[in-house]
């Protein structure tokens, strides 16, 4: 299993009333970190919609474990968790600079024709980059 880790850089202008990093900002850390697991085996997801077609957010699940606060170190690992014809689970932990999970969980995705967002088939459009996939997903 391949596991992509990215640092985020957090600003004081991401923290709540309460001073901890607004709920919310988690699930833009989640897509940076599918981004950077999809550019790490090499592709890009640009390219996918040059292709014409979109792989939007079908599910998403989210556990928060423990606040983070401005000035912590924050890590979002992501990684395969299942590859199926018609959608792609990826997971997620985002930790902190003492490795503590703070949030887990995962996102599901399609894939869709941009004229009409009809699921179409991952491994029959995307044929190289649904393999890979297979090769580095959690077993």
Known sequence: ?????????????????MGVIYHGNYVKWIELGRTKL?????????DMEK??????????EITYKKSIKYGDKVIVKTWVEENKNLRTIY???IVNGEDEI????????IVVRKEDFKPVQFKKVFPEWFQKYEEIKRK
């Open 38 to 46: 999809i550019e790490d085996v090499g592709y890009n997801y640009l």
């Open 1 to 17: 299993m391949y596991i992509s880790s990215i640092e985020i850089q957090l600003s004081y202008a991401d923290t709540d009333m």
């Open 91 to 93: 997971g997620f932990t």
């Open 51 to 60: 292709s014409g077609y979109y792989a939007p957010v079908y599910n998403l």
């Open 102 to 109: 703070c949030a887990e969980g995962t996102t599901t995705h």
